[in-house]
């Protein structure tokens, strides 16, 4: 059995941008998921918001990495080519007793280092005229963003395996114990040997450093639930805008998202069960409620899809990114909730270069190359009007997706990749094939029908989302 | 008297026929013939598919070419299951006469080049 | 770029109605533009019969029906592009296509026929509480699965909607191997043609469930079971009522919403339709684009779509013409017991009789449908029985359009 150097539990946000970071060294790397992708929890089902960092409490991780993750986005996304626009934010108040608050706020991101603005209220209602119109005033962030988190993850962990680091997926850790100078890590499926390990297990981080020694911290999930809207029109917001936050979070957004659509979330209830996606129409309806009361006009008729999302909320209400106590070559990054998706870039880099590097000899590789080949897509070719690619590439016309315009190419070329989506859902994050109004209702047998293909499979097999989410249970009419 | 809900067109009409077989409720004479089969001999046509042996995962439409006993569906499509075609197909081609003896064929009912 | 005098978006049964009416009234220069391999849409996957009684007086199956149509477009030599989708179009009618073979496509049309049909409402439209696990699936996905390709979704069904397609597939699911539970309906009464709950529940002894909805689906990876729960008359759900019942599968038939996301680019007006605002014409607000079909409003019988198709053809070859004189806009409005009415506004200067197509809101009974302008009473029509799920054509004689005044009414009476 071949011994890796570094082995990652969890191929969410956190552990593909450790991953990321140590595949520019020349070492080896092994990704584990208990998934059958990666990014299909909680970096899946959030608020995709790159937060410019007012709010945390100054002087903790979260503040730090915040701050520092969201000046990386642009490099980032330029090189692994995903979606990603400083589009501003404003937290707004409606009542005169919380523009005190507000300034309380601006105090806070200055300590922070974070550049904002407090506007009244003439100057709220000019850029955003869907506003309650009692709008009192608002903490203006320009440095706040919106980014396809989707694709983050996958282009992550895609480029760090075009890198060399191994991916194991549907692979769910039962047990690590130390050898003398290495980790067995016991999977449902295989065993594993490392010299280190770093946990990275988003919501069951706890459980996973629990099996190595006590910890003095725990997972403690929030469910959180939210509306996707259409991307009929332009305009219904242009920032992503944020009610005052809580002892809760940050409270309920509306904001719009990379591919246009709009995002009306997220409820913030404790529940036990990190598993737990159910979405409730109590909850909804107090969503819905909430939400409007910032911007009275949203058009809930064009909700196309609800989903929750697990956040990862730790005991120690902050992010947890340390050695274990009895070993170095342990390593816990756990508790990752909100901000946890912006500061990502920068707790890969400093996992790396503060922790591992002092206990690992990191060699640079010549060869590392930071940029995943590029995607083609008919949809940015139709907003950039330019259709040389399309038209010189075969597949790139043939449209599968009606609602998205995600053509036949961009799905074999997602196949073709070194992490290539599995089931119906991975492929629909990846592409947006499924993704609009009619939520795959016309293109998902096509779907189907390609990925069977493409597996050599039955379409029997294909699966919606997990192991064992078949979407067709039994072919008719075998013939002869 | 029995009750029954018309099936020869959209309007769906509720047909009543007493015990010396009248029919009312119809708006046309096709209401009283189905009202007078539905209590005798009840009869439908059914539409199903059969596979295209050189096509992946592709069927192409059938039906009776006439009125089948209610009772008989199932056996129909039994046997029904068991027929395949090759493309390319055209409308009203036989697949199999005389199904099970009924005296009705299965007709294709979709062109596949 | 090339020209086209008509471009007709969507080869169904509205798209091919259209263009065949154009091309007899002289307009030669056609290309109808299909995103799918073949002509017909949806009507392929119809293997069912019932369609064709109005049209060609005898009933025929979906594939059969459009059969018909692609003969005429053939025989016509009217143009048509298949596996092409129109990307995106503008108000001075330049469209843009991707197309299979040849890349991406403009075509700068003189006048342009909308036809792209209607969508299925999705889980997540009507947000359906519970996991989120596969088996939960459209009525017209499920049967494009079954009819097209062979494969069953589910063996053991709950289908919620009462519309026709959820009945069709009820019965389409028994014939081949299939268990369907129940049909269950949120509104105490049924969506789809009595005949249908005739011939495809009750012939199998399918149970069909009133004022009953889901509340909530589980399940891990695939559906395990579906909670069904009476609701009241404000829909909402009374505790006590469940009905717990395993099954693999949900189908939703819970409604069709007209496909209109090109008309976006255009900023079209809408109506309560959900569909373009049109005149008698079948022309939207936007002057040379004409819609017909599902994708105006929803149709429940393919021969009236087939109409429709007709008269919007018949409008642009009278645009390309030169022969609508565009005069004041009569709106039409629907008022009491109506829900919609279509069109929603009548051209001051038009010289044919002009049918109203209009739904009610909910089912009644010995009603007066009373069209009535500035006060004055137009014309007053008995109707028997009225339900939701039917739609009901009035004709207003031309005669009657000079009595019009701003706007125009329609509104329900009790006898």
């Given at each position: ?74 490099q ?31 105090k806070?991101?200055k300590e ?40 983050f ?47 990275a ?80 129409p ?19 008729n ?95 016309s043939?449209?599968i ?31 947006r ?48 | ?20 077989m ?32 050189n ?35 055209r ?23 | ?25 002289g ?6 533009v ?8 949806i ?60 890349g ?24 359906i ?32 909607g ?7 597939m ?11 539970i ?100 079948m ?71 002009v ?32 339900i939701?799920?039917e ?25």
């Open positions: 059995m071949e011994r890796f150097d570094v082995l990652i539990i969890g191929a969410g946000v956190t552990g593909a941008m450790i991953a990321r970071n140590l595949a520019k060294y020349d070492i080896k790397v092994a990704l584990l998921d208990k998934e059958n992708d990666v990014g299909n929890l909680t970096s899946n089902a959030n608020s995709a918001i790159v937060h410019s960092g007012y709010d945390p409490v100054p002087g903790t991780n979260k503040a730090k990495f915040n701050v520092l993750g969201n000046a990386m986005f642009d980032i996304c330029d090189e692994l080519d995903v979606s990603f626009s400083r589009v501003g934010s404003l937290t707004v108040a409606l009542y005169d007793e919380q523009l005190k608050i507000l300034e309380d706020l601006a806070r991101s922070n280092g974070v550049k904002v603005e407090l506007l009244n209220a003439e100057q709220v209602k000019k850029m955003e005229p869907n506003i309650n119109p009692c709008v009192k005033g608002a903490l203006f962030a320009p440095t706040a963003g919106i980014v396809d988190v989707f694709n993850v996958v282009h992550a962990v895609e480029n760090a395996v075009d890198n060399g680091v191994k991916l194991f997926l549907n692979q769910k850790v039962t047990s690590i114990n130390k050898e003398k100078d290495y980790y067995v890590v016991k999977t449902d499926k295989e065993t594993f040997e490392s010299k280190m390990v770093i946990n297990a988003g919501c069951f981080a706890d459980k996973i450093a629990e099996m190595v020694e006590p910890i003095d911290w725990k997972i403690t999930p929030r469910k959180g639930e939210y509306f996707v809207l259409d991307h009929y029109k332009a305009g219904l917001v242009n920032h992503v805008i944020f009610p005052l936050p809580s002892e809760k979070g940050k409270g309920i957004l509306v904001t719009m998202t990379t591919s246009g659509n709009y995002l009306v979330g997220p409820s913030s209830e404790l529940d036990e069960d990190p598993s737990d996606y159910t979405t409730d109590m909850t909804l309806r107090n969503v819905r409620a909430q939400a409007s009361e910032m911007v009275p006009s949203i058009p809930f064009q909700v196309i899809r609800v989903f929750a999302g697990s956040r990862p909320t730790c005991t120690r209400h902050d992010f947890v990114i340390e050695y274990s106590k009895k070993d170095k070559y342990f390593i816990n990054v756990g508790g990752i909730e909100s901000p946890g998706f912006v500061s990502s870039p920068a707790i890969g880099e400093y996992v790396v270069e503060q922790l591992v590097k002092p206990v690992l000899s990191l060699k640079e590789k010549k060869d590392f190359n930071p940029r995943v080949r590029r995607y083609h897509r008919l949809y940015s070719a139709m907003n950039d009007g330019d259709y040389k690619f399309v038209n010189e590439h075969e597949n790139y043939e449209i997706c009606n609602c998205e315009k995600v053509t036949l190419g961009e799905i074999l070329d997602a196949l073709d990749r070194s992490v290539p989506p599995q089931s119906v859902k991975a492929l629909k994050r990846r592409t094939a499924g993704y609009g109004r009619c939520q795959g209702g016309f293109c998902q047998p096509r779907v189907v029908l390609i990925l069977a293909k493409h597996y050599g499979v039955s379409p029997l097999e294909i699966n919606y989302d997990g192991e064992f989410s078949p979407i067709l249970l039994k072919k008719i009419k075998e013939g002869k | 008297m029995k009750e029954f809900t018309c099936i020869i067109c959209p309007r769906g009409c509720r047909l009543t026929v007493d015990d010396n009248n029919v009312t409720g119809n708006t046309c004479p096709r209401g009283k013939q189905y009202a007078i089969s539905e209590l005798t001999n009840p009869v439908r046509t059914i539409t199903s598919s059969v596979r295209v042996n096509r992946d995962d592709l069927l192409v439409s059938v039906k009776t070419s006439g009125s089948i006993p209610k009772g008989k569906i199932f056996e129909v499509m039994d046997e029904i299951n068991k027929l395949s075609v090759s493309a390319p197909t409308i009203g081609d036989i697949v199999k006469k005389d199904i099970l003896g009924l005296g009705v064929d299965i007709l294709i009912t979709k062109n596949i080049d | 770029m090339r020209t086209v005098d008509l471009l007709i978006i969507g080869g169904g049964s509205a798209g091919m109605a259209a263009a065949i009416q154009a091309k007899k009234e307009i030669d220069d056609i290309l109808i299909e995103r799918d391999e073949h002509l017909g849409g009507l392929n996957q119809c293997i069912h019969n019932g369609f064709g009684l109005t049209e060609f007086k005898e009933e025929l199956t979906g594939p059969e029906y459009l059969s018909r149509f692609v003969k005429q477009v053939e025989e016509l030599k009217i143009p048509y592009m298949l596996n092409s989708m129109v990307i995106s179009l503008t108000k001075d009618k330049i469209v843009t296509i991707s197309n299979k073979e040849e991406v496509l403009e075509y700068k049309a003189r006048a342009i026929i909308m036809a792209t049909g209607c969508y299925e409402r999705s889980a997540g439209a009507i947000q509480p519970g996991d989120r696990c596969s088996g939960i699936i459209t009525a017209g996905t499920a049967q494009k699965y079954l009819n097209i390709h062979g494969y069953l979704c589910g063996k053991r069904i709950v289908i919620l009462s519309g026709d397609i959820g009945l069709i009820a019965r389409r699911l028994t014939l081949e191997g299939a268990k369907v129940c049909v269950s309906e949120l509104m105490p009464y049924s969506n789809g043609l009595n005949r249908n709950i005739a011939q495809c529940l009750n012939d199998y002894n399918i149970p069909l469930y009133l004022s009953r909805s889901v509340s909530k689906v589980i399940g891990k990876n695939r559906l395990e079971k579906v909670i069904l729960t009476a609701v009241d008359d404000k829909m909402q759900f009374i505790p006590g009522t469940d009905m717990e019942i395993e099954c693999d599968t949900l189908i939703l038939s819970v409604g069709l919403i007209p496909y209109i996301s090109l008309l976006d680019y255009i900023d079209c007006p809408t109506s309560s339709t959900k569909g373009a605002k049109v005149n008698e014409h022309e939207t607000m936007i002057d040379g684009i004409f819609s017909c079909g599902n994708c105006l409003h929803v149709h429940d019988v393919v021969d009236f779509v087939t109409d429709e198709g007709r008269l919007a053809g018949h409008g642009a070859a009278m645009y390309l013409k030169d022969q609508l004189q565009k005069g004041d806009a009569i709106n039409v409005l629907p008022k009491d017991g109506i829900g919609y009415v279509v069109p929603q506004q009548i051209d001051r200067n038009n010289q044919e009789d049918t109203f197509k209009f739904r009610v809101r909910r089912p009644v009974k010995d009603m007066n449908l009373i069209i009535e302008s500035n006060g004055q009473l137009i014309a007053k029509i008995f109707k028997p029985v009225l939701p799920s739609m009901v054509m009035v004709k207003l004689s031309k005669d009657k359009l000079p009595l019009l005044g701003e706007e125009v009414s329609l509104r329900l009476e009790e006898r």
